[in-house]
């Protein structure tokens, strides 16, 4: 009985802990503790968007995703650590930038949550990714992103939630 | 180096692998193994909404949740677990499933694949909840759930994804 942690890695802590549920009973339940992260959906002023294709090792493929990371900055806010992401994988900075939503990645069995901003009145600035980050930038037109929702070529669920939120794959 | 096993639970397995970069680097990456899943955002004719208010062990709260469950029935499709899982779930069958997307939940960590149908020429049915399963089924019209999105009320990935595909939430 008790919460156990199994297992605590750079990135994500794995704990298999009693959830003690409203109705009374108690069950075991495998839970992924992670610190939460931050993403931008970078739109310029005639509604291009830039998304990133990036390598990613789960998927074992590339994803076309929104500039993000992980909140693992100490001190630093969601809106801050949308910023930075934004600028180091992108080589974009943003004026401005919106608070749009933020979610439970899958609440199934991990408290993730994702922050999502609408960057706009971008300017280039100096990107700074890390060795281990595979990351090619694209902008793409309004109607390219449309079609690329439409037609499956974007598979991750914060790219996908923060690009509806935005009005575009209608 | 090579691949490590570190934990094997009842829905996540845990592992510790060298990722093959196509840059030529190998990294450590620590990835959740998910079988997937599905779930079906349930359209009555009138437009009409089912969520349920489930509670979730890892947010320490009730969320909005479209009907869902895991891909874990041996050989039951997507579109068979999401048809399923609506049944149990929230006491309605669907005639119709139309598939919207498939996406990562969250691939920094994760291989879990989810899978979106419409479903809609609703029916009762017979429900069947697991006992962990607390679970309240709620019928919106559009306007509330419009309301819901925009004031943050749901804020599980694959609800908002689900409801923004299906065109609620503008």
Redesign the interface.
Known sequence: MGNKT??K????T?A??D?H???G?V??????H?PG?ACAVPIFENGDVLLLRQ??????DY?W?LPAG?LDVEGETPEQCAARELIEESGYEAAKLEKI????????????I?HIYKATELKPAQMATE??E?IEVHRFKVEQIDKM?SG?E?????T??GL??C?F??
Do not use: Q
Request: glycine letters at 14%.
């Open positions: 199994i297992f890695g750079s990135v994500i794995l298999v802990e959830a549920l409203p109705n009973s069950h075991k339940y495998e839970v992924i992670h992260g390598y990613r090792h789960p998927a074992g994803l995703e992980k939503c933020d979610f439970y990645s899958t609440p199934g069995f991990t408290d993730e994702l060795t281990h595979i929702i499956g974007i598979r991750d669920g914060k996908l939630l509806y939120a009005g794959g209608n």
